[in-house]
């Protein structure tokens, strides 16, 4: 049995967290319809969003061995593993997904 990490109990951690949690992933599906709603289509081929979608299923994936590492696992597959700086920046902020994976 793993290790518990948690001075809560599971119901406690509902109680406290679901509405938060419930919202988050409320924006993500609003995210979502609004850029199919948009005009064009090269969003959805955009990296960062390809990321997103490919991330989604990690959410409810209980198949790894140690599947209570969601949020390790998210971060793994949601960063830039580029190791060489960028001659020129294209935007103002992080990518937040490897522009070198294919997604």
Not at 52 to 73: Q, T
Request: with cysteine.
């Amino acid at each position: 049995m793993p290790q518990q990490s948690c001075p809560l109990t599971s119901q406690q951690v509902v109680d406290i967290y679901f509405m938060e949690h419930r919202a988050k992933l409320l924006d993500i599906a609003a995210f979502l319809d609004r850029l199919e709603r948009a005009e064009g289509h090269e969003g959805l081929q955009d990296v960062r969003v390809r990321a997103l979608k490919k991330a989604i299923p990690l959410l409810i994936d209980s198949s790894c061995e140690n599947h209570a590492n969601r949020a390790e696992r998210m971060l793994e597959l949601l960063s830039d593993h580029t190791t060489e700086p960028t001659p020129a920046a294209h935007t103002q902020s992080a990518l937040g997904a490897d522009p070198n994976t294919d997604y």
